[in-house]
């Protein structure tokens, strides 16, 4: 049981990198990024075509990816999501609906419906044992340590720099901001390019622990707007914690049966929805 | 050559005419006072000059460029630097914070942390608190601190009494020459006249989106403002 | 100035033309089991069935502003019930189509209740998450099938030939239905305090409008539709299985649909699932290529003619099939249908 804890923090690790990036998007220009789930898996084949060619190990194949996502986050951004923020509801949930059905089923058509993997080596299945029951994985705990790293670069850059601030201050007031003279698309291209740049450490890290495929991106959307609503909005400390509690939740519910893993994840999500609809730890907003 | 040149300028928000060709000019070091009652197009006007809104290129010229419509954040980067209705300053920001915001565009010029601390001694108390925790005069004071950070060549101030105490009103406008006085060109929009009028080199009255009246204040009496701003 | 004087009137001149080429299409459409091919039934089925799910998220999204990408949900709970009653309980399959709708809204209730607790892009997820709750509840069950599905037993005894009119008759009855509901009910006051709300909410409120009721009525109607439809499409696909009812592929082609078509009207849906076969039946041959096309050309519409095919065409040429808007004539006494074309047409709302 212990173990499966254990795991299961560490699995809601590598959701809290997937969920940061879709906070800070909701948090700065109040985008849910439907795709996001599908630009991780996007990422994860972007790395496979690296490690293809050039047969290096995939953990190095982010110096590849990360630029490149960043890239074409900011240039999403700026050539089509600005044109749909501040037009109500319905134009950002259709355009980043459509990327995801667009990016799965280009995936589908230029990879097949196979299911992959990257492999990083030994580091894999490497572990640690602790104590009689307990071997921890070199790798979800590497995992785990670079979402609290991000999480903790995050924080510093919003709150230390002179880009954090005025993106928090165009969350707050976009046209004030742009009376201080922030320029509101460029900044939220830069947003983005951020995001995805996480995604993209996102997306390499779930192909190596894990199968996935062209349709593997929904499930990652949902875990991480899972783990944003459990920690609650506008922390990204409570992002982290809503990840790690999650990881559990799904870790102990495949105990039980290994259909239910997943299952439970999302029973947990609806309770705490239910109970507490703001989240369990309340944030700036 | 004017500071500012403002040539038959209109504006609308969609089919409503707000502004009906407005023209004046204001120059450097000046400061200018915009007066009349709600709806007589004053902040409109301010939303035009700062870039909020959208009107003809050569309606507005600034240090002799045409910039009518440029964005907001472009007019800052030229000196055109405004206090917002309403202070809108920002509450997940702390006092210390917004004023950094302040200067995102990192103009150069007289204005600093420092500075500001200097002459709104009250924030430089606070300056680790959220800006929303502050007094409504506090937020003021802020958001002017904030405007200045910018360095502005033309400080725009939109209704700076509205929702204040009489008391705080008579001590920002106290403040003002301070500002001014270091080559600083202020446009003041005010509803509250008498405070106003201590402070302005020239003033404009606006009624129904034109200019009623314009003139120094020494010059004019209170009979012509009534009937400039009320139009009886 | 004395006021000019005026009518408010409802039909145009199109629309009643439009109203009796109708009715003759409807004849036709109902005697096609003696005229036409199996699979064009089966095609015309499936193409009802679309389009009733359009117009459904039609008037969840377009109408009351609920913009839901977990309708599929409904789609499979339908499929499901419909298994369930008339295999497991006896049920007349035919009549379990309706009773598996039911079914449906009854589940969009307690939805609701967690679901209506988030806005906007949240919402979205939110009931994109549920639906998926109710595939793995679905997939983890022995009785229903888990992954494997189930199939319909109940329509053995019938020859096929019965069973796909009796199908395709029924599909007629609730495309039919579906559509002079639509109208009817946009038509009505609570039709209007749809758009009420879909404009501003809080003004909304201010003059009474019970703005949650609205939209929780709003979301088991369609909720309903969607079950309706997922039980007829079972009902003529005969084999269910939770990935393929679940898939959010359903939602897709709803949202493609509706936002090509033309959202917020309700000739749009129909255009959009002509343009939807037509797309389809073109890249028939290459695989995944035609969803592709078909969520770039839904972008592209959003971002650049936001009214979608059929708000082009009827703000270029006036014309209206189902005119849900009032329209101020000036002019002399209520006069004939000449003066329709001169109108002010003040409208008050929709497109």
Known sequence: MLNSVVQGILLGGLYALFATGLSLIFGVMRLVNLAHGDLSILAAFLALVVVRVTEINPLLALLVVVPAMAGFGYLMQRGVLNFTLGRGVLPPVLVTFGFSIIIQNLLLEVFSADSQRLNPGRIETASIAIGKELAIGWFPLITFVVAVLIVIGLQLFMSGTSLGRALRATSDDQEAAELMGIDNRRLYGVAMALALAIVGVAGVFLGIRTTFGPSSGPDRLLFAFEAVIIGGLGSLWGTLAGGIILGVAQTIGAKFSPGWGILTGHLVFLAVLFVRPTGLFRGTQ | ?232 | MTEPAFVVERGTRTSRVGAVAGAVVLLMLAALPLWGTRSLMRMLVEFISLLVLAQMWNLLAGYAGLVSIGQQAYVGLGGYALIVLADDLGVDPFASVFLAGLVAAAFSVPTAALVFRFRGGYFAVGTWTVAEVYRLLIANSPRLGRGSGRTLAAVFPLAPDTREALTYWLALLIGTGAIIHSYLHLRSRFGLSLTAIRDSEPASESLGIDVFRTKLCVYIIASFGAGLTGALIYLNLLRISPDAAFTVNWTAFMIFIVVIGGIGTIEGPIVGTLVFFLLREFLADFGAWYLILLGVVAVLVMLRYPQGLWGLIADRWDVRFFPVQRRVRFGAAPAGEADADRSAGLTSGAT
């Open chain 2, 1 to 232: 050559m004017s500071l500012l040149a403002v040539h038959g300028l209109t504006a609308f928000y969609g089919d409503f005419q707000a502004l009906f060709g407005i023209t004046l000019r204001i120059d450097e070091g000046e400061a200018v006072a915009v007066i009349g009652s709600n709806g007589a197009g004053k902040t409109t006007f301010l939303r035009a000059i700062s870039g909020l809104l959208a009107v003809p290129l050569d309606a507005v010229h600034f240090a002799g460029r045409p910039v009518g419509g440029h964005p907001a954040h472009e007019l800052v980067a030229h000196g055109i630097v405004m206090v917002p209705e309403g202070r809108r300053i920002f509450p997940s920001l702390t006092v210390k914070e917004n004023l950094k915001v302040g200067a995102y565009r990192k103009r150069s010029g007289p204005w600093s942390l420092e500075r500001v601390w200097e002459l709104f001694p009250v924030l430089a108390e606070r300056s680790n608190q959220s800006g929303a925790t502050l007094s409504g005069g506090e937020q003021q004071m802020l958001a002017i601190g904030r405007a200045l950070m910018a360095n502005p060549r033309l400080l725009l101030f939109d209704e700076i009494s509205l929702g204040l105490a009489p008391s705080v009103v008579r001590h920002l406008y106290h403040t003002l020459p301070a500002i001014t006085g270091g080559g600083t060109t202020a446009l003041i929009v005010e509803q509250d006249v008498s405070q106003v009028l201590g402070v302005a080199d020239r003033v404009f009255c606006f009624r129904k989106g034109q200019v009623s009246l314009e003139g120094r204040p020494a010059d004019l009496t209170r009979a012509q403002i009534a009937a400039a701003y009320f139009g009886v």
